[in-house]
């Protein structure tokens, strides 16, 4: 079946290649599209994790953001049970604790409110210093200092060496002010985060904070493709624990990266389904002219003892093979395309974003094998009807079609 | 059984017509193409339905070759009724036991000689080895020796009917019915082809149905039913038959 299948498909050479032109076109525009949409999603993970971690344990009150005062810090004697518990798990790199606050930076007389992170300076899992650019990163022997984004810098005209006042409430309710020294000025992918958010030491945050207390744990795993196991595995172990906490993975922290891997996949969706419809449509037209031409020929094949059934499947290969070889010719034609566009490295720089990105399209299973896919099933579906009605045919009224 | 001539080893009946009656709606108008037909073959027959166009003969191969069902009537295969079976039972009826040859050769283009022969054998999921060998053997039989990776559209019709010829015997089947299949052949091809399904008729003992309107076929036959106005007129038994 397969062979007479194939060869039919070299019968009318033009109309063949049409269809073939169609399904390529449309299976390497969907393989450079999904390739690039996987790539910006793999750069967006990437600073996401950056800024997040892979996991945070915290409690329900701090994610939400529905608690007044503190209640949802997390003592030190519970700190050292939970590092211990999680340093158990074979996913798990390594460890880190926080402390946020909201908080007033005050320069000479302008005034900023920004969002304050302590953390534990020069920790092997997520101290932001790598993304300093002037300056230094937080050591581990600083009291006073801070890291401040470039945004925020230049609003306030710091520099590496000014001082600033930090004024936040207490545990208590009191209002603190604490100094401390811009040591380094950092960049991130979003002008909002540089904008608003400073990073000080653990110790500076405690002392502002007057608490001993931290508000999350973050984890750093070996692997993203663990988070979301390791996530469940936390969830379920952390009430055996006595902890009356939840561990978030970095995506659901994230809305910002939701909103775009919804955006992403939405527009892929319109595009695959664009591509469906048109590869459908000129599929269908074609095998239709093709497959009536072989009426008589059908009439032959049933006179003979062929089924309706097979006859059905025979057409059905026949646009299986159609959407075979035109996507594997396409896969080839956007692998083509991609590789030129890779070495081309067009930087662009995202909205809300203060760094360019280099363009380009991933190679990852999913983009070989959703194009490839889509081109099989919408030339397959394209045969479904004519095939149906070849197969039906009376066997002496398709003989007599001349 | 005869080498070169019929055979005259006489079996059980294989195609029976019984009062077979077909009718065909044309408009409002209802046509009857074939009007309450006997017809007996037996095994090893070779009978010529001979008449001319519109007499119902092509009608009649139909029914005989289980292609199409009768308005009224019943059609036996080796005595047993065929008006109760499934389109798939028909189908597989037709793929082991009965062959055809078709006017127009009806060759699968996209296919070589050789590959329209084997093509009824692998409805058959017949081995390889014996598919290979059979093909071999029938396209020897009917003089293509040689002339199996050509495509249809290679040989000349003489060789495509003999294609079909083998095609139609490739599944070693009880009968062969035969639609016009001079009709397209000039006249020294077409008794040639004529020759040759006499001899396979001798050489395999199958039953052979032809259907034509030309007046140099009957003279092959054993047995030749005249049919005119969906009737048959006369039935006569061939005396000398041509060498």
């Known amino acids: 079946m397969w062979r007479i299948a194939l060869r039919n498909l070299r019968r009318n050479r033009r109309r063949t290649l049409l269809a073939l032109a169609i399904v390529s076109l449309g299976c390497s525009l969907s393989l450079v599209v999904l390739g690039f949409v996987e790539r910006s999603k793999a750069l967006i993970q990437q600073t996401t994790v950056q800024q997040y971690g892979n996991i945070q344990i915290a409690d329900r009150a701090l994610f939400e953001g529905d608690s007044e005062g503190l209640g949802y810090l997390i003592g030190p004697e519970d700190q050292e049970l939970l590092t211990r518990w999680v340093a158990q798990f074979p996913e798990v790199r390594g460890s880190t604790v926080q402390l946020g606050f909201s908080s007033l930076l005050t320069f000479r007389r302008r005034t900023a409110t920004v969002r304050g992170l302590g953390v534990v300076p020069e920790n092997p899992v997520l ?59 950092y960049r991130f992918s979003s002008a909002e985060v540089e904008r608003s958010q400073v990073f000080v030491p653990l110790s500076l945050a405690q002392t502002l904070l007057n608490t001993r207390g931290v508000d999350r744990v973050v984890l750093g795993l070996r692997s993203l493709r663990q988070t979301w196991g390791t996530a469940r595995k936390l969830d379920r172990g952390l009430p055996a624990q006595g902890f009356t906490l939840e561990a978030r993975t970095w995506d659901v922290l994230s809305p910002f990266y939701r909103q775009l891997a ?13 591509v469906f419809v048109l590869v459908f449509f000129i599929v269908l ?118 | 059984m005869n080498g070169q001539g019929f055979c005259y080893a006489r079996g ?23 009007d309450e037909v006997d017809f007996l073959s037996t095994q090893g027959d070779f009978v010529v ?31 047993k009724p065929t008006s109760k079976l499934s389109e798939r039972d028909l189908a597989f009826l037709r793929r082991q036991r009965i062959g055809l040859v078709f006017q127009t050769f009806n060759l699968i283009p996209v296919l070589t000689a050789a590959e329209n022969v084997e093509y009824p ?31 249809p559209d290679e040989l000349s019709g003489g060789q495509r009917q003999r294609v079909a010829i083998a095609r139609a015997l490739v599944t070693q089947p009880r009968v062969v019915l035969a639609d016009e299949p001079t009709a397209n052949l000039d006249s020294t091809t077409g008794k040639q082809i004529m020759g040759l ?5 001798g050489e395999h003992c199958v039953t052979f149905v032809v259907v034509t309107h030309d007046p140099a076929v009957p003279p092959y036959a054993q047995r030749v039913l005249d049919i005119r106005d969906g009737k048959i007129q006369g039935e006569r038994y061939v005396a000398d038959r041509p060498a």
Do not use: C, H
């Open chain 2, 12 to 34: 059980d009946p294989v195609l029976q017509a019984q009062k077979v009656s077909k009718i065909y709606a044309l408009g409002k108008e209802k046509v009857k193409a074939l």
């Open chain 2, 49 to 79: 339905i001979n008449g001319p166009s519109g007499s119902g003969k092509t009608t009649l191969l139909n029914l005989l070759a289980l292609i199409d069902r009768p308005s009224q009537g019943e059609v036996l295969f080796e005595g």
């Open chain 1, 127 to 185: 101290d932001y210093n790598g993304l300093v650019v002037g300056g230094r990163g937080l050591r581990s022997s600083d009291l006073g200092a801070v890291l401040v984004g470039q945004v925020l810098a230049e609003e306030l005209g710091l520099r590496p060496g000014d001082f600033v006042n930090l004024t936040a409430t207490t545990a208590a309710g009191a209002l603190n002010v604490l100094p401390a020294e811009v040591v380094g000025i």
């Open chain 1, 285 to 402: 037209q074609v095998l239709t002219l093709s497959f009536l031409e072989r009426t008589r020929e059908v009439g032959t094949l049933r006179a003979l003892g062929t089924l309706g059934q097979e006859v059905f499947r025979l057409f059905l290969l026949e646009g299986a093979g159609l959407g075979l070889v035109g996507g594997l010719v396409g896969l080839l034609l956007g692998v083509a395309f991609s590789l030129a566009f890779n070495a081309a490295a067009i930087p662009w720089r995202p909205p809300g974003t203060v760094q360019a990105v280099t363009l380009g399209v991933d190679f990852t299973p999913l983009v070989f094998g959703v194009p490839l896919l889509v081109s099989l099933l919408s030339t397959v579906v394209s045969a479904l009807l004519p095939a149906g009605q070849m197969a039906r045919l009376s066997v002496v009224e398709a003989l007599r079609t001349v």
């Open chain 2, 197 to 201: 399904l006499q001899n396979l008729n």
């Open chain 2, 121 to 151: 054998l692998l409805l058959l999921n017949l081995s390889r080895q014996e598919r290979e060998q059979r093909v071999r053997s029938l396209l020897e039989e009917v003089g293509l020796d040689g002339l199996g990776r050509r495509r």
């Open chain 1, 262 to 274: 919804s955006f992403f996949d939405l527009l892929f969706g319109f595009l695959i389904a664009a």
